[in-house]
């Protein structure tokens, strides 16, 4: 059996990807599995990282609006298509699996083009263009929020790594805390933007960082690869630990009580699956999907939702601080995050795609 996966860009296209990849490899280890990619995502690092192999296709990114652009659309899309074909020769493949982003667009056409069954995931509540085109070309459509908008689609969750899903959360919190240089005892918050970090979330924490240490918080802050921080706080106790990237979210987790962070979708699924509350920040712009994936945890009692205008120090000093000194009320919160996650959409998905590669 031979699968190739294509998504690309973001870790929300390519972890449930490489989550994919695991699930399929534990069902039958000699599955051959290869990646499609751009040169220009972060699938660089992440594929090559977990050991798959990634096969890149020129990016040909399409724009939303009738503009100058779009003319050069279709010779580069073209140029992309039979890249993406001579690969699914190269390897033999027996089914395409699609996440969506630039890769998948040029994927799916060459699929199509050889007859290769095609299956997609699309993660967000609102599909991108390359999902929306995919999910015209085939039967096969699998989401991660009830409420995306394909026809005939099935929600399944989104696949996540096992790494995450599987921890106990609660039996690990001491090592994970001691991993990153945290007391044990402490009231733990976790601050992160994503992938590639948030300037405002990050600014806000930092400058509630004093205020943070006098009400006895201690803070794990991933501020992101390409963010730098013009004054740290200075060391002392409770700790106020700052790193530009976490390989090991899954500790990350196990280290926190409560979370400050985007609401991407990625995010909301791993959250949700380990059972950890959350502050929801939605990116003030795109095309407000954020909000979309956080807003029922939040009105399931699973976390809190805050506007990135309205996230300031003062806000992190009067509704946070005071809810990390009441463990009830988290553990509640812990309990209805719980609820809304699904662990298993890896093993959904990998089980779908085998059946519908062996018809």
Known sequence: ???????????????????????????????????LGTDRGLETRL??????????????????????????VPGRLAGAINAAT????????????????????????AARRRGIPIVVHEANPRPGLANRLGARLTDHVFTGHPDTAL???????IPLRRQVVDMDRFSLGDKARSYFGLE??????????????????????????????????????????????EQEPPPGDPQYVILPYVDRMDLAYAAADLVLCRSGAMTCAELTAVGLPAAYVPLPHGNGEQRLN?????????????????????????????LLHNPEKVAVMCEAALQMGRKDADVTLARKVLEIAAR
């Open 151 to 157: 026809p005939g689609a099935v929600c399944i969750g």
């Open 294 to 322: 956080a807003q029922p945890i939040v009105q399931a009692g699973g976390g809190l939702m805050v506007e990135d205008a309205d996230l300031t120090p003062e806000w992190i000093m009067r509704v946070l601080a005071p």
């Open 184 to 229: 044990s005892d402490r009231p733990t918050l976790l601050v992160f933007g994503g992938s590639q970090g948030a300037r405002s979330i990050n600014k806000a924490a930092l400058d509630a960082a004093p205020a943070l240490r006098a009400a006895g918080v201690q803070v794990l802050h991933v501020i992101g690869p390409k963010n730098t921080v």
């Open 86 to 109: 001579g690969i699914l020769d190269k390897v033999g493949a027996d089914v395409l699996v699609g996440f969506g982003g630039y890769v998948a667009t040029p994927a799916y056409l």
């Open 1 to 35: 059996m031979r699968v190739v996966l294509a998504g690309g860009g973001t870790a929300g296209h390519i972890e449930p990807a490489l989550a994919l990849a695991d699930a399929l490899r534990q069902i039958d280890p000699t599955i051959g599995i290869t990646c």
């Open 47 to 72: 594929v090559p990282a977990r050991g798959y192999d990634l096969q890149l296709v020129p990016a040909v990114p399409l724009p939303r609006a009738i503009t100058p652009q779009l003319l050069a």
